[in-house]
C-alpha cells in the first residue's frame, strides 16, 4: 500500500486516475489525434450531445448578445448599437475560449461548461480568435 494512505483513499485514486484516463482519450477522439474502436467513437459522441445539452442549459457565455441589454450583436461590433456598451473590450477581459472545444467562458472558470476540460491557463476571446 502506498505510504500514508488507507484502502478507501487509493481506491479514490484509483477512481480519479480513471477518470483522468477517460478525459484525456475523450480529448484525443474529439481532436482527431487517436485512432479508436466504433465503440468508443460512439461513446464519446455520446459524451459531447450531453456536454451540449449541459451548455444550453447552464450558464454559459453567449457572445452574439450584448451582456447589458441581450442585444443581438454584429459578429464585428466594438459597442453594441442598442445601449452603446462596450462589449469588444468587455469580451476581451472577461471571457476566454476553452482550450479544448473553443466554447467561449467566463475567463475566470477552471473548467468548461461543455467538455469538462480542465483550463491550464485562459487566453482572451480576441487573442484566442487570431
Not at 462596450?86 to 466554447?103: G, I, Q, R
Amino acid at each position: 500500500m502506498e505510504q500514508g494512505l488507507n484502502t478507501n483513499e487509493l481506491k479514490e485514486k484509483r477512481l480519479n486516475l480513471l477518470v483522468a484516463l477517460g478525459e484525456e482519450t475523450h480529448n484525443l477522439i474529439r481532436g482527431g489525434n487517436i485512432t479508436i474502436s466504433d465503440k468508443l467513437k460512439s461513446l464519446s459522441e455520446e459524451i459531447k450531445k450531453v456536454d451540449i445539452q449541459i451548455s444550453k442549459s447552464s450558464n454559459a457565455v453567449d457572445i452574439s448578445c450584448c451582456p447589458q441589454c441581450r442585444e443581438a450583436l454584429q459578429a464585428d461590433a466594438v459597442f453594441c448599437s442598442k445601449c452603446g456598451f462596450a462589449v469588444k473590450e468587455y469580451f476581451a477581459a472577461y471571457v476566454a475560449k476553452c482550450h479544448c472545444c473553443s466554447t467561449p467562458m467566463k475567463a475566470e472558470q477552471n473548467y468548461c461548461v461543455v467538455c469538462g476540460t480542465k483550463q491550464n491557463s485562459h487566453f482572451s476571446l480576441e487573442k484566442s480568435v487570431e
